[in-house]
């Protein structure tokens, strides 16, 4: 009878083990990240711009924006806001089943050494890089100089404005 049953039971311990390997898989895996709400007031300066979006984090692991590029700038840097003091950021946390929230008078991306100035209504191509996830390329439509959106609050959470 102790081989029937031994069988099975490293049967049960193979899958027991391969599940394991899946959640640790899976715990690995990049995060479900979506954008939103993305978009760059019409610069006034022909060296600097500013861009705002929201990062959606639809997974229980938490990711990292690190990096950003687009055709537009030499450079484009993510910046912290604390108080009043606009800072160059190595990485800013998108929470597991959160959010990160890029937008005027805050956190922001920061676009240096334009190549060009954009225009109201031209979209600009930034690509987005992460820790954990593949790049995302964002379409960002240049907004008014003095656009502001309805609520900072509700258009994070908008789903009109999908990306």
Same mark, same amino acid.
């Given at each position: 009878?102790?081989?029937?049953?031994?069988?099975?039971?490293?049967?049960?311990?193979?899958?027991?083990?391969?599940?394991?390997?899946?959640?640790?898989?899976?715990?690995?895996?990049?995060?479900?990240?979506?954008?939103?709400?993305?978009?760059?007031?019409?610069?006034?300066?022909?060296?600097?711009?500013?861009?705002?979006?929201?990062?959606?984090?639809?997974?229980?692991?938490?990711?990292?924006?690190?990096?950003?590029?687009?055709?537009?700038?030499?450079? /484009? &840097?993510?910046?912290? !806001? =604390?108080?009043?003091?606009?800072?160059?950021? *190595? +990485?800013?946390?998108?929470?597991?089943?959160?959010?990160?929230?890029?937008?005027?008078?805050?956190?922001?991306?920061?676009?240096?050494?334009?190549?060009?100035?954009?225009?109201?209504?031209?979209?600009?191509?930034?690509?987005?890089?992460?820790?954990?996830?593949?790049?995302?390329?964002?379409?960002?439509?240049?907004?008014? /100089? &003095?656009?502001?959106? !309805? =609520?900072?609050?509700?258009?994070?959470?908008? *789903? +009109?404005?999908?990306?």
């Amino acid at each position: 009878m102790r081989r029937p049953i031994a069988p099975a039971v490293l049967m049960a311990g193979c899958l027991a083990l391969t599940g394991c390997g899946g959640s640790a898989d899976g715990g690995d895996a990049a995060p479900d990240l979506s954008v939103q709400s993305a978009y760059m007031r019409q610069p006034v300066t022909d060296s600097l711009a500013a861009g705002y979006l929201t990062v959606v984090n639809k997974s229980d692991s938490s990711d990292d924006l690190v990096s950003a590029t687009s055709d537009i700038a030499e450079d /484009v &840097t993510v910046h912290e !806001t =604390s108080g009043q003091k606009m800072k160059e950021a *190595s +990485s800013l946390e998108i929470p597991a089943g959160g959010r990160l929230v890029l937008g005027s008078g805050g956190n922001h991306l920061m676009f240096e050494k334009l190549k060009r100035r954009p225009k109201e209504g031209e979209t600009v191509s930034v690509e987005l890089r992460f820790t954990k996830t593949d790049p995302i390329t964002v379409e960002m439509p240049v907004k008014s /100089v &003095t656009y502001q959106p !309805t =609520s900072s609050k509700s258009s994070s959470t908008s *789903s +009109s404005s999908h990306h």
